[in-house]
């Protein structure tokens, strides 16, 4: 059991700003997907059954639901805890098996998030490179198959920071459990496991697909644009990725500068759930950018293309 004091006041400002940029991207994100979900009943028939056919929205949508239940999680374990340390003292919190729990799936579905970006580019990889494999590129195969292993694969690169490094606990400073900075292997592990590795998946799907358009750019056919389009969203989500790095600086520069020399910074957790909400944020807004079916489908009024 730890009984903690409010933290100060830029602490608190500091906190109330990732609150109110978590809530933005859950408020964001359930628009979207109240928005699909009354274009889908307005539809007839012919256009419920074209909007059915689209692996783009559906990994869209994947992708909202993971940022609805990262922001409902991060609200009530990180969020509601703070508010109740800084406005409601004192409060007791305790280092408990499902407060551990909860912090792991908490961490699991942030770096299931990420990978659902991986999954958007291997779909258009698979387009520009395997055209022919038709059966890569359906619904059926991401809804029953890819979209399954992404979650697995989310949850099981995370599982080792809580069963195996044991890294994951009531932190000494803060009301909500989390994996601990102060742990040389989930500092190393998590970033490559939810980040890095993610990241250079997606570099090398955009590598491939260049060399393929650079190899076919004398052809002249529907797929030699449809490629360039495919070329055009990864490019994008790499762009994305990026301002999320730079979000993310102020907490890499905490950790990679002051923690080799021993030096712990109190407010590190605080900067990292500031950086993760701000991230929420830019990535809800940032779908209809990177997905031109999705644009369509939220900007168009009684239509569904299948031009992308």
């Not at 949508?61 to 609805?68: A, D, G, K, P, R």
């Not at 990679?256 to 500031?274: A, C, H, Q, R, T």
């Not at 701000?278 to 644009?295: C, E, G, H, R």
Request: proline share 5%; glycine share 2%.
């Amino acid at each position: 059991m730890t009984v903690l004091s409010p933290s100060s006041v830029i602490g608190q400002i500091r906190q109330l700003t990732s609150t109110i940029a978590n809530l933005l991207a859950l408020f964001l994100s359930l628009i979207l997907l109240c928005l699909f979900i009354y274009k889908f009943f307005r539809f007839n028939t012919f256009q419920r059954k074209k909007f059915s056919s689209e692996t783009s929205i559906f990994l869209a949508i994947n992708t909202l639901i993971l940022l609805v239940t990262r922001s409902i999680l991060q609200f009530f374990e990180v969020d509601l805890n703070t508010i109740k340390r800084d406005y409601f003292p004192p409060q007791e919190f305790h280092d408990s098996f499902s407060c551990r729990f909860r912090a792991y799936i908490l961490l699991s579905v942030h770096s299931t998030l990420y990978w659902s970006y991986v999954l958007k580019s291997i779909f258009r990889f698979t387009r520009v490179i395997y055209p022919a494999y038709v059966r890569l590129h359906q619904v059926t195969t991401y809804v029953y198959i890819f979209i399954p292993i992404h979650y697995l694969i989310g949850f099981l690169t995370t599982l080792p920071i809580w069963a195996g490094f044991n890294a994951i606990y009531l932190l000494p400073n803060e009301p909500y459990c989390t994996a601990s900075y102060n742990e040389l292997a989930s500092l190393i592990y998590m970033p490559i496991v939810a980040f890095v590795l993610p990241l250079s998946i997606i570099s090398i799907c955009y590598m491939c697909i260049v060399v393929q358009i650079r190899r076919t750019a004398a052809v002249s056919s529907v797929n030699q644009s449809r490629n360039r389009r495919d070329f055009v969203v990864i490019r994008r989500i790499i762009m994305i990725i990026a301002i999320l790095s730079m979000v993310s600086l102020p907490l890499f520069i905490d950790l990679f500068v002051f923690l080799p020399k021993g030096y712990i910074d109190p407010n590190m957790n605080s900067i990292g759930w500031l950086s993760s909400s701000i991230n929420a944020v830019i990535l809800t807004l940032s779908l209809p950018f990177i997905d031109p079916k999705m644009y369509r489908l939220i900007s168009k009024t009684d239509v569904v293309h299948t031009c992308t």
